[in-house]
């Protein structure tokens, strides 16, 4: 799997990353938010067993505690994707293990005992689901999961009891989002199953116009149909969001390429930059680029960027605790610096 943050695709492509999730239990033993400290250790030190005693060719893993961590380099691990916020509630009796990569992290004692997470780059659901069930395979071959014949996995939110699976999309959705269909995107996809988050999944807001998209359903589908709606959904929303920008360039041209160039000129010339204005003016520079406007710009250098400028990436790039305001004078000087080089 390639990272998405290093991808080096087709600079056309919208879709930043495919993410596959697979919530897990160990039969007999209470769900984490019941498990005591000590338990919940012997948990984490069970499942780290079946990595040491069964390694994955051509992979390479290492377990992080979070008790073992400090609070700014769990925040990256969530600002960098490999964690939810939800792992950092039990932190007391958390880990995950991280490949080499980055594109597979298994968090244990989060939700649920186990979750299973691999991403890629692109519109590779399918790439992501192989790895994840190979995973789970191994887990399975030496640990007997909760399940139900009827229900299927059992998991701590009746949401995910069935396959517990939990398939995403990462999409940069800015011209859906200018002209304002972005609701009626919304209400088709809840309709059928699907929801639609921010760019940090549940319960993150939605800023430079990438949005997450993934199944509701787990149960009553199974994991290759869930895959398969997805696709056909994104897909579509793809062909909406390539719609809505031939109309844009058609009707609105020079608006179009001054609001790309302008976000351009303010990045690589900004003292003071905040989050959210960052991420926007972000969003412009990738529309100009996956459109063809920009070209001494690509997507890796933006999505990077996309990972740099969160505030827990920066305090730990420049030297610990800072204030807002330094955050903010921290961040416009990291992205000229990345842009002005690059050109």
């Not at 709606?229 to 793809?238: A, E, S, Y």
């Not at 505030?311 to 961040?331: H, T, V």
Request: charge should be negative; glycine fraction near 6%; proline fraction near 1%.
């Amino acid at each position: 799997m390639n990272n998405w943050v290093n991808n080096t695709g087709s600079n056309e492509d919208i879709v930043l990353s495919s993410r596959i999730r697979l919530a897990r239990n160990l039969k007999d033993i209470a769900f984490p938010h019941k498990l005591s400290k000590e338990d919940g250790k012997k948990v984490i030190d069970r499942l780290e067993n079946v990595f040491v005693k069964y390694p994955i060719k051509g992979q390479n893993f290492k377990t992080y505690r979070l008790w073992e961590l400090d609070s700014l380099e769990s925040k990256v691990c969530i600002d960098r994707h490999l964690i939810s916020n939800k792992l950092l509630i039990n932190n007391d009796k958390a880990a995950f293990i991280l490949n080499d990569d980055e594109t597979i992290s298994i968090m244990i004692n989060e939700e649920d005992h186990l979750r299973v997470q691999c991403i890629t780059a692109g519109i590779q659901l399918d790439e992501a689901y192989n790895w994840a069930t190979k995973i789970d395979d191994i887990l399975e071959n030496q640990e007997e999961f909760a399940f139900n014949e009827k229900l299927g996995y059992l998991t701590a939110c009746p949401t995910n009891i069935g396959t517990g699976l939990r398939a995403s999309i990462m999409i940069h959705l800015p011209a859906v989002t200018m002209t304002n269909k972005i609701n009626s995107v919304l209400n088709v996809i809840t309709q059928i199953g699907m929801t639609i988050r921010g760019l940090f999944g549940e319960g993150s807001k939605t800023v430079g116009n990438i949005y997450q998209i993934s199944n509701q359903v787990t149960l009553g589908l199974n994991e290759n149909e869930i895959i398969t709606n997805l696709k056909g959904v994104v897909n579509k929303i793809i062909s909406q969001e390539k719609l809505e920008r031939q109309r844009l360039i058609g009707n609105y041209k020079y608006e179009l390429e001054d609001k790309i160039y302008r976000a351009l000129g303010i990045l690589k010339s900004a003292i003071l930059l905040g989050g959210i204005e960052c991420l926007n003016l972000l969003s412009d520079v990738r529309l100009g680029i996956e459109m063809g406007l920009i070209e001494d710009v690509n997507k890796q250098d933006i999505n990077g960027l996309i990972v740099d400028v969160q505030p827990a990436m920066i305090q730990k790039n420049y030297g610990g605790e800072l204030s807002d305001r330094e955050i903010s004078i921290k961040r416009a000087q990291l992205v000229r610096e990345k842009l002005n080089f690059i050109q």
